[in-house]
């Protein structure tokens, strides 16, 4: 066992120089949400876009590569989404514009986030609970290395970044739809928390917008000019805000 990560250098001849800059190989024992002892091993190559190459021993050691590689890299944006999740939004930033962290706190404890997110873990097949689980673990390990006061980015020395776990993971996802109606629902005729006047009876929710979609076209040995298979992807996923830690 290494208690912090081995740093090494990667040179291949015929590389570009700037392809493999750094390698990053830990070997971690841990404890990722009272499910046993794991040990991890994994190897992050960062390329000269930064881009991190993860190669691992298990699902496990995948998932703890995955974790702190995005750790390093978004550290805020998940510590962020695991309050929203625990339902502290207000607790931390305040009530919010129109409340908007209030209503979180109220839709995702009146759903009781946490405790889907539980049976969601412990039902899911045990690889992904071994991934989930290293996920977790590598965030955390990240969290130990680097002080909150260091932590690059928005979040530095918040008191609600801190180490996070397995369920926390799976409970960081989109949150639930209609947060605002929720948090507000009221009997007809009544007026509804933090509203002056009771809303008309047949007033409906307006439809959240489809803001995601993807394609991609597969083109067989058979249909291409080099004889060779091709594959293109365009998924139209996020880049920016919580949904960027992917799934």
């Known amino acids: 066992m290494t208690d912090r990560p081995a740093l090494q250098r990667s040179r291949r001849r015929g590389m570009l120089p700037l392809l493999l800059l750094l390698a990053t190989a830990c070997t971690h024992q841990g404890r990722p949400d009272g499910a046993g002892a794991d040990s991890y091993e994994v190897t992050i190559r960062r390329d000269g876009h930064g881009v991190p190459h993860i190669v691992a021993a298990d699902f496990g050691s995948l998932g703890y590569g995955e974790g702190y590689a995005f750790a390093q890299d978004h550290a805020c944006t998940l510590a962020d989404l695991v309050v929203r999740a625990r339902g502290e939004r207000a607790r931390y930033f305040g009530r919010g514009e129109r409340d908007a962290h209030l209503n979180s706190d109220v839709a995702n404890r009146a759903l009781d986030a946490m405790d889907g997110a539980r049976r969601v873990f412990e039902s899911a097949p045990a690889e992904m609970r071994a991934w989930i689980g290293g996920y977790a673990a590598g965030y955390n390990r990240y969290l130990a290395d680097t002080p909150v006061e260091r932590i690059p980015g928005w979040c530095r020395g918040q008191p ?30 009544a007026t509804p928390r933090g509203a002056t006047t009771a809303p008309p009876v047949a007033e409906a929710a307006e439809s959240e917008p489809v803001t995601t ?8 040995a058979e249909r291409s000019a080099g004889g060779r298979g091709m594959l293109l992807a365009n998924p139209r996923w996020f880049w920016t805000c919580g949904n960027r830690t992917g799934r």
């Open 160 to 189: 609600w970044v801190r180490s996070i776990t397995a369920v926390e993971v799976v409970a960081r996802g989109a949150g639930p739809p209609f947060v605002t109606e929720i948090a507000t629902a009221a009997p007809p005729g």
């Open 213 to 220: 979609a993807s394609n991609a076209w597969a083109l067989g």
